[in-house]
């Protein structure tokens, strides 16, 4: 399966400060979505954002979505430290329901 | 919300044996099931789209006759690693979409496999 790049591959902050994750792809797509993973633990479905849709927010996450540069971005405001982990974006192509993943981004939010 | 349970979490086998990984959806029925390997501080890879009632659908490069996929009943789904070799040792992990409306997935929590 094809994927996507992300960037920064590692991103160090400090609590309070906001992150913000960049995620680009190469195919057109049906929807767009962000996932965490912690350390050697399995995924958690954090956001989804459709191809209609250019902005988008649940808490403390804020998901942009910009079909002609064919790119996303996930901004974690006033970071904590629970929030360090492993975060991919993932793709699904129109017709299909499997998910292509990025290489992720590795955050670590120090107190 | 829609849980998915994996085991074992962690699992070390002898070269040439075979290891089965179950993947049960708790609180909803999933006719296809999905399964990942993950290298360290790598992305997911797709390995098998895991069908209820008919053949697993394999993605390119991945032998079928080593990664058995059954997925003998709406809530389960196995992969079998088959004569493990320690090139196979890796972080698997199998997902389900909860709702037909809705295109977020559910994973398990993965399985470390050490073959050694």
């Known amino acids: 399966s094809q994927q996507g790049e992300e960037d920064p591959q590692a991103l160090s902050i400090q609590e309070g400060e906001n992150a913000t994750m960049n995620c680009s792809y190469k195919t057109s797509i049906n929807n767009l979505q962000w996932y965490r993973q912690n350390s050697g633990r399995g995924l958690v479905h954090l956001i989804l954002?459709?191809?209609?849709?250019r902005e988008k927010h649940s808490g403390r996450l804020r998901v942009t979505l910009d079909t002609s540069k064919k790119s996303s971005s996930l901004l974690i405001t006033a970071s904590r430290a629970a929030d360090t982990a492993s975060y991919f974006c993932?793709?699904?192509?129109?017709?299909?329901?499997?998910?292509?993943f990025g290489k992720g981004t590795m955050l670590l939010v120090s107190p | 919300g829609a849980v998915v349970s994996q085991h074992p979490s962690r699992v070390i086998c002898k070269s040439g044996t075979s290891v089965k990984i179950e993947c049960r959806s708790l609180?909803?029925?999933?006719?296809?099931m999905f399964w990942y390997r993950q290298f360290p501080k790598q992305s997911l890879m797709l390995m098998a789209t895991?069908?209820?009632?008919?053949?697993?659908?394999?993605e390119q490069g991945v032998e079928k006759d080593k990664f058995l996929i059954n997925h003998a009943s709406l809530t389960l789904s196995t992969l079998t690693v088959t004569s493990a070799h320690p090139e196979d040792s890796s972080f698997y992990i199998c997902s389900a979409r909860p709702s037909q409306a809705y295109y977020g997935y559910t994973f398990g929590s993965g399985t470390r496999l050490t073959v050694v």
């Open positions: 895991s069908n209820e009632g008919s053949k697993a659908t394999y």
């Open positions: 993932a793709t699904v192509a129109p017709g299909y329901s499997t998910l292509t």
């Open positions: 954002i459709r191809s209609n849709e």
């Open positions: 609180d909803f029925q999933a006719t296809t």
